[in-house]
């Protein structure tokens, strides 16, 4: 094990591929412009039919043998404690920026920034379950109906709600090329512990910087480890999740 975080603790000392700008404004719209403003890194024939068939398999093994319980064990408890629905859908930019609709576990009381205003530390928006969700990131667990809709990746670069993309997208050059591949539940950054509020550029620039490594360097051995380093990092680092 002391192998894999030292593997991990070379790629975050790595040279950087990204460059702060200054404040502009650009079209990330249509992915005509987008393939033209960056560069073309996807994963072969190949590579794909490797990734998808572990995504699809460790998705539906989950999904009958433990999902199917604790699914709607969850889900009644989110309806007896709030009013709204069980899950909560927000649109986020896929592979070649294409939009979706990421699903999640409703933590939050309704609200009308739900979509524009990150969760914070004490945000009085979030409900009592949905803090335990939250910083157990079982929240996240409805994902997986999208990894087997084709929409995301169990491991991949994470997406970002897409208000957030845009003012990301125009601090940081290159941004959008975490976009070459699958968004995925979690990715190279979760597993170095980038998780939850993004709270200044030091955050978010460390993000992308390890995206863009997974996205040159991806490998079915990768995608492995970086299932082990998310789970460590989970148990011993649980203060960035709230």
Known sequence: MPNLWNDLNKITNMPSTITERKQVVKSINTKEKYLKIFPVAMFDESQQ??????????SLGLTVF????????????????STGPVFFQQLRHGKDNVPFFCYKFRTMYINDQADTKQ???????????????????????????NVIKGEMSIVGPRPHAMPMNYKFSAEIDNFMFRHTVKPGI??????????????????IYSRCKLDIFYVNN??????????????????????KAY
């Open 49 to 58: 039919m490797i990734k998808r068939i572990f995504d699809v398999t460790l």
């Open 218 to 239: 991806w490998s079915p051995m990768l995608d492995i480890k970086i299932i082990v380093w998310t789970v460590f990092s989970m148990l011993l680092d649980k203060g």
């Open 186 to 203: 979690t990715g190279l950054a979760q597993a170095k512990g980038f998780r939850g509020e993004t709270k200044d550029f030091y955050d």
């Open 119 to 145: 969760a914070t530390k004490d945000d009085p928006r979030i409900t009592w379950i949905g803090k335990f969700l939250r910083k157990s990131s079982m929240d996240e667990l409805p994902q997986f109906l």
């Open 66 to 81: 433990v999902f199917s319980w604790l699914f709607p064990l969850i889900g009644i408890i989110i309806k007896l404690t």
